[in-house]
C-alpha cells in the first residue's frame, strides 16, 4: 500500500510539473519559471545558474551534451526553458533560424561574464596572442568579423592582461610545429558547421587572423568540454578557444587571453 500511495506521489509531482510549464511562453516567464522545466548544457554556465540560484529553485532541471541540444529541447516542448549564453542566442533563434518560435526572455538576465581564450599556466603565448589581438581590434578586424555574427556590439577593445609570470615556452613549441592546435565544441555563433560542410564561426574567424598574425596555421579540434583542462595540460591541445568564461578558479589554473567579449546567461523560451 505504501509503495503504491508513493509510486501515486511520484506521478502526480511529475503531472504537476507538466502542468505548471504547458503552453507557457516566454512573456509568462518574465516574473516566475515556478514549476518550468529547465535545461541547460551539461558543465556550463547556463547548469551553474539553473542549480544555484534561487530563482530557479522551485523549476525541474535536466542537463543535456550542448546548448544546441537545449534549445532544440524547448522547441520540441520538451523543455519550457533552455538557460543559454547570450552569444548562442543571435543568430541562432527567431526569425531566418532553425528556430523562429523562440526568443530571449526579457526582463531577466544573469551573471554577466567575459570571455577569454585559455593556455597553459605560464604560456609565453600568451602576451604574444594579446599584442595579436590588440592589432585585430586596432585595424577594424574584429569588428568585421563580429559584424559578420551580430557580435560586434559585444566586443571588448580596452581588455586587460592578467599579471602573470611566463614559463612556459610554448610559442616557440607552437612556431616550430608551423600550427596551433585549437580546443573548441560546435556551437553556433562561435564554432560551428555550415551547410557546405565546412567549420566557420566567430571564434573561427577569429582564431584563425590571431594565427596568421603569428605565422602558423590553426589547426581546430574538438575537446569534450568536461575534460577540457586535462587535454591542455597534456598538450593535445594548444589551448581553450571556445567562448570560455573567464573565471577566478580559471585565472588561478591557466594562462588566459585579454577579455575580448562580453556575454550573460539568458533563458529562451517559445514566443507563442
Known amino acids: 500500500m505504501k509503495k503504491i500511495l508513493a509510486l501515486t506521489m511520484v506521478v502526480v509531482m511529475a503531472l504537476s510539473f507538466a502542468a505548471c510549464g504547458a503552453n507557457k511562453t516566454a512573456e509568462d516567464f518574465a516574473t516566475s519559471v515556478d514549476g518550468a522545466l529547465v535545461v541547460a548544457e551539461k558543465g556550463s554556465a547556463g547548469e551553474e545558474l539553473a542549480t544555484s540560484n534561487d530563482f530557479f529553485a522551485n523549476t525541474e532541471y535536466t542537463a543535456v551534451d550542448s546548448m544546441a541540444k537545449a ?23 527567431g526569425e531566418g533560424t532553425d528556430y523562429e518560435n523562440l526568443v530571449v526572455v526579457e526582463g531577466q538576465e544573469f551573471n554577466p ?44 577593445k ?50 584563425k587572423a590571431v594565427c596568421e598574425k603569428l605565422g602558423v596555421e ?13 587535454e591542455l595540460e597534456a598538450k593535445k591541445i594548444d589551448c581553450i578557444w571556445n567562448g570560455m568564461t573567464i573565471t577566478d578558479e580559471r585565472l588561478a589554473n591557466m594562462s588566459i587571453s585579454v577579455p575580448y567579449m562580453k556575454n550573460k546567461q539568458v533563458m529562451v523560451a517559445k514566443s507563442k
Open 71 to 93: 534549445l532544440m529541447d524547448v522547441a520540441s516542448g520538451s523543455s519550457d526553458i533552455a538557460l543559454v549564453d547570450y552569444v548562442t542566442s543571435i543568430g541562432s533563434i
Open 113 to 156: 561574464e567575459e570571455y577569454g581564450i585559455a593556455f597553459r599556466k605560464g604560456s609565453d603565448i600568451t602576451p604574444a596572442v594579446n599584442t595579436a589581438i590588440a592589432e585585430l581590434m586596432a585595424d577594424g578586424t574584429m569588428d568585421k568579423i563580429g559584424a559578420e555574427y551580430k557580435l560586434q556590439d559585444l566586443l571588448i
Open 158 to 207: 580596452d581588455g586587460k592582461a592578467q599579471d602573470d609570470t611566463y614559463t612556459e615556452g610554448d610559442l616557440a613549441y607552437i612556431k616550430e610545429k608551423g600550427k596551433m592546435v585549437i580546443g573548441i565544441t560546435y556551437f553556433a555563433p562561435m564554432n560551428y558547421m555550415n551547410d557546405k560542410n565546412e567549420l566557420i564561426g566567430f571564434e573561427t574567424e577569429f582564431a
Open 218 to 230: 590553426a589547426e581546430f579540434v574538438e575537446i569534450n568540454w568536461n575534460s577540457k583542462e586535462i
